[in-house]
């Protein structure tokens, strides 16, 4: 079992910078991946970018590439999700999810999901 929390969210201005932090523990958490994936009102759950625990693999969506990047911190069992250049289109519910399927854009293939944390962008 993992078990994960989000936390970071807010309100911003567009072109400003959030950093979400996802928090893991429990039961050989260094063996999955983790996913950051996010849910605006009304859309399907889509996804945002991926890393490994154990390597330096990422894998990221096509729209936050080269804003948004992935890493992670082992001795905190923490992933961290830095936001620049932020846009009112990437308002959503962020939320991470681990896995065993490596850095994989499939919602389906992580196991578990932490509640979310809500991020705001106005224009």
């Known amino acids: 079992q993992v078990q994960l929390v989000e936390s970071g969210g807010g309100l911003v201005q567009a072109g400003g910078s959030l950093r979400l932090s996802c928090a893991a523990s429990?039961?050989?958490?260094?063996?999955?991946?983790v996913g950051w994936f996010r849910q605006a009102p009304e859309k399907e759950r889509e996804f945002v970018a991926a890393?490994?625990?154990?390597?330096?693999?990422?894998n990221y969506a096509d729209s936050v590439k080269g804003r948004f990047t992935i890493s992670r911190d082992n001795a905190q069992n923490t992933v961290y999700l830095q936001m620049d250049s932020l846009k009112p289109e990437d308002t959503a519910v962020y939320s991470c999810?681990?896995?065993?399927?490596?850095?994989?854009?499939?919602?389906?293939?992580?196991?578990?999901w932490g509640q979310g944390t809500q991020v705001t962008v106005s224009s």
């Open positions: 429990g039961r050989a958490v260094s063996s999955y991946a």
């Open positions: 890393i490994r625990w154990s390597g330096r693999s990422t």
């Open positions: 999810a681990a896995g065993e399927r490596g850095i994989s854009s499939i919602r389906y293939e992580y196991k578990y």
